[in-house]
């Protein structure tokens, strides 16, 4: 059963703060996971990847990997109010090819 | 560079009726893949091609949803008939090896 699991939010942060986003997936052997921001009617934009334990930051993004955990989180600092949309988890499980996406979870960052 | 390319952008039909969509990927991008996304939800996947072969569709309603990437380059997706329940978006995106796809703006059906 292939199931990523995110909380739908929304989650509220003032300018400037740490917002963090979290995902649980069901496979331990998943071996590929994916941060999406998608802004209200709008299409899916990818904002990092991440493939071994541990972080990996890009700017202001730091995407972080526990495998033991099956958990995978995105931090933004610094938040913008151009921030505010929703962000999805995506997982590659492992022996299939195609990604699995989360429900997504909608951040605010209030002024 | 460009994007994936999506047309129409918007669609109005009635239920039992058909609608096609089309794609064009990023250029060189060999993976196309299609998904639905309905409002509050994160896409599905509803089939993914490598070139022009089919690798998986295992999510695709076949009795009414049908696609082809016949040169291996760009796809058009049908529904025929539509039901109701098949109003949300359509998602096209493309790949290149593992890092990621990318999707294109989407087109936005709504069946009356």
């Known amino acids: 059963q292939k199931e990523v699991e995110q909380n739908s939010g929304p989650l509220s942060v003032p300018e400037g703060a740490i917002a963090s986003l979290n995902c649980t997936y069901s496979?331990?052997?998943?071996?590929?996971f994916f941060w999406y921001r998608q802004y209200s009617g709008k299409s899916p934009e990818l904002i990092m990847f991440?493939?071994?334990?541990g972080d990996k930051e890009d700017g202001r993004f730091t995407a972080q990997l526990n495998k033991a955990s099956q958990y995978v989180s995105l931090l933004i600092r610094d938040s913008q109010p151009s921030d505010s949309a929703t962000y999805l988890c995506?997982?590659?499980?492992?022996?299939?090819?195609?990604?699995?996406f989360g429900k997504g979870t909608m951040l605010l960052v209030s002024p | 560079e460009a994007g994936v390319a999506q047309s129409p952008r918007y669609k109005i039909i009635e239920k039992r009726q058909s609608v096609a969509f089309w794609c064009n990927p990023i250029?060189?991008?060999?993976?196309l893949y299609w998904y639905q996304q309905i409002l509050g939800q994160g896409p599905k996947l509803l089939i993914q091609?490598?070139?022009?072969?089919?690798?998986?569709d295992s999510q695709l309603p076949k009795d009414r949803f049908s696609a082809e990437r016949l040169k291996g380059v760009d796809s058009t997706l049908k529904i025929q008939p539509a039901k109701l329940e098949d109003s949300a978006v359509y998602l096209c995106?493309?790949?290149?090896?593992?890092?990621?796809?990318?999707f294109g703006p989407g087109t936005r059906l709504t069946v009356t």
């Open positions: 995106a493309s790949s290149l090896g593992k890092t990621g796809e990318y």
């Open positions: 496979d331990r052997g998943s071996q590929s």
């Open positions: 991440i493939y071994s334990n």
């Open positions: 995506a997982v590659n499980f492992s022996g299939y090819s195609t990604l699995t």
């Open positions: 250029s060189g991008h060999a993976t």
């Open positions: 091609f490598q070139n022009n072969g089919v690798v998986d």
